[in-house]
């Protein structure tokens, strides 16, 4: 399993956590990157239950859960690295710059879904706010059809309503075709 | 987000493998295509059902970066998606007033910010009696690429004239959607009457639907009628010495109390398009009123002096700048009663700037600036 080599056997000493994705994967990540899943942590903290045992994500895949965990093991150290130190914080920020940037880079667009879905389920609040940022870029000067296909909607307006968008159709797509 | 409920999974016993969207990993061995395509039709439904906040936040995103034209149009994309798309846009796009950004055509009929004024331009086409408004400092700056707001046609009737004005700068047909409403002159360009298209929102100003004139197009089914509201009247009086001075100008705001520069007031601010007459309660409530600004004689330079801020530069007898006026029983502030509401004036052949805020809308703004442009010799 290619998964193997982004996750390698724990530190010796380190507490570890395991999570299994929706194919009955199982993720054995460190405690402190486990935690920057607001899901799992609070798995743990509400019910007071042993951290040995497995935390079932029914709703992520493996796929997913791969690289959700490769880029929380990453923001942990770049977040270790910076300190007090404003130019060390600089860098930090930068190279956590280039690994969101580096991440959706090479998504496809269901890619990109499959992220948001389950970082909105894992309730990673960082990841989730680029990856939103990333939607709206994919999305900003295309068309509403292109969006529609996208998001998967139907355009439910009443016949009414379609025809009173249509002034601002002309007035704000002049001489460009809205759909 | 309760991950200790339990969904049921079938295990198949497949033998094919399918490889995953990046094309990075296969799955494992104990998954088959049967349960890919489950998971992918899964994710398909989570994602057409995405939780609203989710949803909020994108769309969010949208608006808070494409604040300029012509990328603004992407925010009226996203109103145009579906209704739930819509009603979430809607309640994120501020007002002008607000936020100093004009997004759909009916941020042209609301007032503008208070603290300092949206910067548009005029250009007129003698060729054709048209006038264009831009949104911008100048035609220069945007080599061309300026967001059009609104577009005016000159006709010439008998005893009036009237400028169409129209969303679109090809069709100025009062049938059209794109139909906002008129500016109208009399016979001697002495006085002039705002019509707006839309039906006024607030219900304690009382329509004065003097020329309320139900039109019937042939476009569009029966019981669809276009009425046009009186929003405000200008006139134009001759300079009392005859000399080539200044004119004065009045405006009357029918539609705009002078409740909205009080302390603590507000303007009317329609925030959908509607094309049917609701008829309001009438209450008295003195409307706004607007003159422009006596110049100074400058006794160096032999000439009367505006201070434009730099936005006007060719002296002409059409430049105004319009300020409140109010009397002193109605508790108006000295900094509102110092405000250029509207400022007009030229800086080039055919070009022309026009700067309007609170409580002043777009609309209106350029009904009045397009009044300066007929007035007949007997005012200059």
């Known amino acids: 399993m290619a998964n193997n080599g982004e996750n390698p ?19 054995e990540v460190e405690e402190a990157v486990a935690m920057e899943l607001q899901t799992v942590k609070s798995f743990f903290d509400d019910d007071g239950v042993s951290y040995d045992t497995v935390v ?69 609040k960082d ?53 | 987000m309760d991950i200790s409920r339990r969904r049921h999974t079938h295990q198949y016993h497949g033998k094919s493998h399918v490889a995953a969207e990046c094309g990075t990993t296969l799955f494992s061995t104990c998954s088959s295509s049967a349960s890919a395509t489950a998971s992918l039709v899964q994710q398909r439904r989570r994602w057409a059902n995405m939780p609203p906040e989710l949803l909020h936040d994108i769309i969010q995103r949208v608006e808070a970066s494409q604040t300029t034209w012509p990328t603004r149009r992407d925010v009226v994309a996203c109103a145009l998606v579906c209704r739930s798309w819509r009603k979430i846009t809607k309640e994120i796009v501020k007002t002008p007033e607000q936020c100093r950004s004009l997004t759909f055509p009916i941020s042209l009929k609301q007032p503008g910010p208070r603290d300092a004024p949206i910067q548009c331009f005029i250009r007129r086409e003698r060729a054709t009696s048209t006038f264009h408004l831009y949104l911008g400092l100048s035609p220069a700056l945007f080599g061309g690429t300026s967001k059009l707001l609104l577009a005016a046609r000159k006709i010439r009737r008998a005893t009036s004239t009237d400028f169409v004005i129209s969303l679109v700068a090809d069709d100025f047909s009062r049938a059209s959607n794109t139909y906002v409403g008129k500016l109208r002159s009399n016979f001697l360009g002495t ?61 009357t705001i029918h539609s705009i109390p002078i409740s909205a520069i009080q302390e603590g007031g507000t303007a009317p601010t329609p925030m959908e398009f509607t094309n049917f007459h609701e008829s309001t309660p009438s209450t008295s409530d003195h409307p706004l009123i607007l003159k422009n600004k006596a110049p100074r004689w400058h006794e160096q330079l032999q000439c009367w002096c505006l201070n434009f801020k730099g936005r006007v530069t060719v002296a002409s007898v059409k430049n105004f700048l319009l300020v409140a006026a109010a009397e002193p029983y ?51």
């Open chain 2, 191 to 251: 006085k002039f009457t705002v019509y707006d298209s839309q039906p006024r929102q607030d219900t304690s100003i009382q329509p004065n639907c003097k020329s309320h004139r139900r039109i019937y197009p042939k476009q569009l089914s029966p019981r669809v009628s276009v009425c046009n509201y009186s929003v405000a009247t200008i006139s134009y009086e001759l300079n009392v010495f005859r000399t080539r001075g200044p004119r004065r100008m009045q405006c």
């Open chain 1, 9 to 27: 056997s724990p530190d010796v000493g380190g507490k570890t956590v395991k999570l299994k994705a929706d194919d009955g994967e199982i993720f």
């Open chain 1, 127 to 179: 990841m989730l706010s680029f990856l939103c940022r990333a939607v709206g870029d994919r999305i900003k000067n295309k068309s509403v059809e292109y969006v529609r296909r996208f998001f998967v909607l139907e355009n439910d307006f009443s016949p009414e309503e379609e025809e009173r968008t249509r002034n601002e159709v002309a007035w704000a797509f002049e001489g460009v075709d809205a759909d």
């Open chain 1, 56 to 124: 079932p994500l029914l709703n992520v895949s493996s796929t997913a859960l791969a690289k959700v965990i490769q880029y929380c093991r990453r923001a942990v150290e770049l977040r270790a690295k910076s300190g007090d130190d404003e130019g060390a914080n600089e860098k930090a920020r930068e190279e956590r710059e280039g690994l969101e940037a580096e991440l959706v880079r090479e998504e496809s667009d269901e890619g990109i879904k499959e992220l948001i879905l389950a970082a909105n389920y894992l309730n990673i």
């Open chain 2, 330 to 380: 109605q508790y108006v502030s000295v900094t509102e009663q110092d405000k250029v509401i509207l400022q007009f004036g030229k800086i080039g052949k055919d070009i022309f700037t026009m700067d309007y805020r609170y409580p002043l809308s777009a609309f209106q703004a350029f009904a009045i600036c397009l009044s300066s442009f007929d007035t007949k010799p007997a005012c200059e």
